[in-house]
């Protein structure tokens, strides 16, 4: 069978296409010709070699980078660790030469892959810095160039600043997370605190990154250093609140006696007058002036040491208030003002001094504060301490204060009297020093105190000892007691005062029935005299009075009584008339004070005429009648007279005897025309007269006027 000529010609063209193919055919190939590899990792297969039959591989040792390699069979390791920092990227060739001695190159770039293996690095790790007081706050303390940290894995840093010295937190900061620069962030204080030490830590993970972190840390030790910032402070001083920046001085005081040079610096009160520069490390020297209450320049001051003198006497008692200012030498502007009273006083002579040199006194156990010391022998007697000046003619000196040095269980009032100061709990033996102290001239006595503290249950009743808490308590109570007597007494007054309001008319009306209606007789006056009796009775068809001339309660003399019998027998008639009308008025008396109607009581003697009154009733000597008066004034003649003109002298004594009835009014009508008279047959009284009208004009109208 013969091949077709087109196969054998695309045969022969493809032959020569095929050898060529197969010589080219490489002999030596990798699996990866860009492998990464993280950086110090070692041994570490870098890719894997694959070579044909009758080929051979090897490093190009022409490259410096092929060091790092070995071939181990198949693989390219890498036997060397690198370091991303230095070799990022390592370049290397494999030479692959055939069995016709052909050689070809192979080309391998390997990457090195950077791993956070490298901690951050200050430039100054320790810094040092002195900060004055004074700084101002946002003034950077710490560059931010010098505690810049640097990372070679050229990660992020992260800061944070801390402080090793207690209560120095808050007063240095940075100004960021990534900006480690450091400022002042608090003024400072040289007295809280004149050092610390902070801690500038740097990471290259934040803080809350749960990856593994390399940090670096760098210590900046800080110093203040004090300023001149205070004002001078007067001793001695009391801090204020703990704190150590400011200190209150109290005034300073003094005595000079009247009319007395002193040539000695004076003593003052707590102490001389002295300052200091509170900014101690500073400690600049202080200067003394007087600059104010030195009147007519009596004192002055030493410049250097503050010591108080005088230039001239003193003539007036009035005290001196003087102002000394301290001012530091280098700085003028910081100065402070004291206060010094100077008190102008009598010359003292003595010192004063006790008279006894110890005193005993007792006390119980279990007593309550303040209570009193008894005087030993006699519990019923308070234990004083009474210190004597012979400055004074009777040695007692008010100006002597007491106080106890060495004890603090007992306290000694200003009148000398020992108290306790807290409750005492068991029995002993105290022995205190007592000073009596002259705050005038400051002149002091000093005495000795014993006290035996006793149990309270050899205390018989009879010496029972009571506080001055038990006396106050008894007091207010008698107090209380007294206050509610005075009141149930005022309110028992007031009542009384109720119960006797009855008008004058009314006690008058009900005496004078009594008098009538029983015959009572004035027995003192019976055998001496025998007095007229006269009885007139008028009745009217439209009204009834009764007028009387009746004694002035005042005036016995007066008084009415009957001596003969046929006076006795007239006078039943009237009486009991007298007395229906006086029944009446008292019923209606009593209504109205059961009403709450007052009656108002009035003189009956009048010298003034309300003409214009209707209602108006009034009693008056005849003398005194106006004659105009007409029909309105009633006038009653005296014919009691007797015939014996020898009696003209007792005229004027009996003159003087006037007397007054009260008037009333009938609820039934207008009485009028009824007139009593009453006159001793022994005297003639023709002057005097007294009349009582007693008229009701209505229904509605209130009873007449007395």
């Not at 102002?323 to 010094?340: C, I, L, P």
């Not at 009542?495 to 029983?518: A, C, E, T, Y």
Request: charged share 25%; hydrophobic share 35%.
């Amino acid at each position: 069978m013969a091949i077709p000529h087109w196969l054998l010609m695309s045969a022969l063209f493809l032959l020569p296409l095929l050898a060529q193919i197969s010589a080219q055919e490489p002999g030596c190939s990798v699996s990866n010709n860009n492998p990464i590899i993280p950086e110090n990792k070692c041994p570490y297969v870098a890719t894997t070699i694959q070579v044909q039959p009758g080929y051979t591989v090897t490093i190009d040792p022409s490259f410096p980078d092929g060091q790092f390699f070995t071939i181990e069979g198949s693989e390219l390791q890498l036997t060397k660790c690198v370091d991303y920092e230095e070799d990022p990227m390592l370049l290397l060739y494999l030479t692959c030469k055939g069995p016709a001695g052909q050689s070809d190159s192979l080309e391998i770039l390997v990457t090195i892959l950077n791993e956070n293996d490298n901690r951050p690095m200050f430039p100054q790790p320790n810094i040092t810095r002195n900060v004055p007081e004074d700084t101002e706050v946002d003034t950077a303390i710490v560059a931010r160039g010098e505690v810049t940290a640097t990372d070679a894995d050229l990660d992020t840093i992260y800061y944070e600043l801390t402080t090793t010295v207690q209560n120095a937190d808050g007063y240095f900061a940075i100004r960021g997370v990534n900006n480690p620069e450091i400022y002042l962030q608090r003024a400072l204080d040289y007295d809280k605190f004149n050092s610390t030490t902070l801690l500038l830590y740097a990471r290259d993970r934040p803080v809350t990154s749960p990856e593994a972190t390399n940090m670096a840390t760098a210590t900046i030790t800080i110093t203040i250093k004090q300023s001149d910032t205070r004002a001078p402070w007067f001793l001695p001083c009391t801090r204020l609140h703990n704190d150590a920046s400011v200190c209150i001085s109290s005034p300073y005081s003094g005595r000079v006696n009247i009319s007395e040079m002193s040539p000695d610096p004076l003593l003052l009160e707590p102490g001389p007058i002295y300052a200091v520069d509170p900014d101690y490390t500073i400690s600049d020297r202080i200067v003394y002036r007087i600059v104010g209450g030195n009147t007519n320049e009596v004192f002055s001051v030493d410049a250097d040491t503050g010591n108080l003198t005088m230039n001239k006497i003193v003539t007036t008692p009035d005290s001196f208030l003087l102002q000394v200012m301290a001012t530091q030498v280098s700085n003028v502007r910081k100065y402070s003002v004291a206060t010094v009273e100077i008190k102008v006083i009598n010359k003292s002579n003595f010192p004063p001094y006790f008279e006894k040199r110890v005193y005993n006194g007792t006390v119980f156990v279990g007593l309550p504060l303040r209570s009193f010391v008894y005087q030993a022998g006699d519990p019923s007697t308070p234990l004083v301490i009474t210190a004597t000046d012979q400055d004074f003619p009777d040695k007692v000196n008010p100006n002597i204060e007491y106080y106890l040095k060495n004890s603090t269980d007992f306290i000694a009032t200003r009148d000398g009297l020992i108290l306790t100061n807290k409750v005492l709990e068991s029995p002993g033996t105290v022995t205190i020093q007592a000073v009596g102290k002259d705050v005038l001239s400051l002149q002091e006595a000093s005495t000795i105190i014993v006290v035996e503290v006793v149990l309270a249950t050899a205390v018989t009743p009879s010496d029972k000892m009571y506080s001055a808490q038990d006396m106050a308590i008894l007091g207010g109570t008698l107090a209380a007691l007294l206050l509610i007597a005075l009141v149930l007494l005022g309110v028992l007054v007031w009542k009384s005062s109720r119960w006797d309001r009855k008008p004058f008319k009314f006690l008058v009306k009900k005496k004078l029935s009594k008098d009538i209606s029983g015959g009572h007789q004035n027995k003192y006056y019976q055998e001496d005299e025998q007095p007229a009796v006269s009885t007139k009775q008028h009745e009217t068809s439209e009204t009834s009075s009764v007028q009387a001339e009746t004694p002035v309660p005042e005036q016995p003399a007066l008084a009415s009584h009957f001596s003969s019998a046929e006076e006795t027998e007239s006078l039943p008639k009237d009486s009991t008339a007298s007395t229906g009308i006086l029944d009446q008025e008292e019923e209606e008396e009593e209504k109205e004070e059961e009403a709450g109607q007052e009656k108002e009581v009035k003189s009956i003697l009048k010298t003034d005429r309300h003409v214009g009154d209707d209602g108006y009733k009034a009693v008056w000597f005849k003398t005194d009648v106006d004659p105009e008066a007409g029909e309105r004034v009633e006038v009653i003649e005296d014919n009691a007279a007797d015939d014996n003109d020898d009696d003209d002298d007792s005229d004027q004594d009996l003159q003087k005897n006037e007397e007054e009835e009260e008037e009333g009014s009938d609820t039934d009508g207008h009485h009028r025309g009824l007139g009593v008279s009453f006159s001793p047959e022994s005297s003639s009284l023709p002057a005097a007269e007294v009349t009582v009208n007693m008229s009701h004009t209505g229904a509605g109208t209130d009873d007449s006027e007395i």
